[in-house]
């Protein structure tokens, strides 16, 4: 983990958070976390921010540091606050402040690095798969607490009854959130392999509804 923020980043954050008037707390992930914080060699130009703290602050951040704002035009960086992600549903609890300090009234919050990899394993995008690569190097990983964190705060809540998404209702009673599963519940999937010994095994799939989902 750095240190210290680079350049572009720092003068970014330090024009934002001195044009804040008060604390705010920005929960962060993506390729900014991997790049910024961990060193990835893979240039990036958005912060893909989950929430803001307070709530009440999103808009002025976001017209302060969203995309087409003036921090944006200067210094051709954004924040971008992402809706509908999947990611541990007890992320919260694991957030780290990073650059500790650097700021006044700005703190950035990022996902510990498992909760990190898993969002990024549910996309599983091919810069997505380097940047866990990565991580699994630099941390490094624990590949058995990474499977545990999979299997007890993802993988029970989320099924594929004839290849649509289910998100079981056990996220709000067991957590109290969910929020960012919800949106994907009763979709079709959009992307599966064109040949038949490729395509999802119909058993495997019965049995994880029947043994592993919550329903």
Same mark, same amino acid.
């Given at each position: 983990?750095?240190?210290?923020?680079?350049?572009?980043?720092?003068?970014?954050? &330090?024009?934002?958070?001195?044009?804040?008037?008060?604390?705010?707390? *920005?929960?962060? %992930?993506?390729?900014?976390?991997?790049?910024?914080?961990?060193?990835?060699?893979?240039?990036?130009?958005?912060?893909?921010?989950?929430?803001?703290?307070?709530?009440?602050?999103?808009?002025?951040?976001?017209?302060?540091?969203?995309?087409?704002?003036?921090?944006?035009?200067?210094?051709?960086?954004?924040?971008?606050?992402?809706?509908? $992600?999947?990611?541990?549903?007890? %992320? +919260? /609890?694991?957030?780290?402040?990073?650059?500790?300090?650097?700021?006044? &009234? *700005?703190?950035?919050?990022?996902?510990?690095?498992?909760?990190?990899?898993?969002?990024?394993?549910?996309?599983?995008?091919? &810069? =997505?798969?380097? =940047?866990? %690569?990565?991580? $699994?190097?630099?941390?490094?990983?624990?590949?058995?607490? *990474?499977?545990?964190?999979?299997?007890?705060?993802?993988? !029970?809540?989320?099924?594929?009854?004839? &290849?649509?998404? $289910?998100?079981?209702?056990?996220?709000?009673? /067991?957590? +109290?959130?969910?929020?960012?599963?919800? !949106?994907?519940?009763?979709?079709?999937?959009?992307?599966?392999?064109?040949?038949?010994?490729?395509?999802?095994?119909?058993?495997?799939?019965?049995?994880?509804?029947?043994?592993?989902?919550?329903?």
């Amino acid at each position: 983990m750095r240190r210290e923020m680079p350049e572009p980043w720092r003068g970014f954050f &330090h024009a934002l958070d001195g044009a804040l008037t008060g604390p705010v707390s *920005l929960r962060c %992930f993506g390729g900014f976390v991997v790049s910024v914080c961990y060193g990835m060699p893979r240039a990036t130009a958005d912060v893909d921010v989950l929430s803001v703290v307070p709530h009440t602050d999103v808009q002025a951040v976001l017209n302060l540091a969203g995309k087409g704002s003036p921090l944006h035009d200067q210094y051709r960086l954004y924040l971008d606050l992402v809706t509908v $992600a999947t990611y541990p549903d007890s %992320f +919260e /609890d694991r957030l780290m402040e990073v650059f500790a300090g650097a700021f006044q &009234h *700005l703190q950035i919050m990022a996902l510990d690095p498992y909760d990190l990899a898993l969002s990024k394993l549910e996309r599983n995008a091919p &810069h =997505d798969r380097e =940047d866990v %690569f990565y991580l $699994a190097d630099t941390v490094p990983f624990d590949l058995a607490a *990474l499977d545990a964190r999979y299997r007890q705060e993802m993988r !029970p809540y989320l099924g594929v009854p004839d &290849h649509r998404i $289910a998100v079981s209702p056990r996220l709000k009673s /067991d957590y +109290e959130n969910g929020k960012s599963y919800y !949106p994907f519940d009763g979709r079709q999937l959009v992307v599966r392999p064109d040949g038949g010994t490729d395509q999802p095994d119909a058993n495997c799939l019965a049995w994880h509804n029947t043994h592993v989902f919550l329903s």
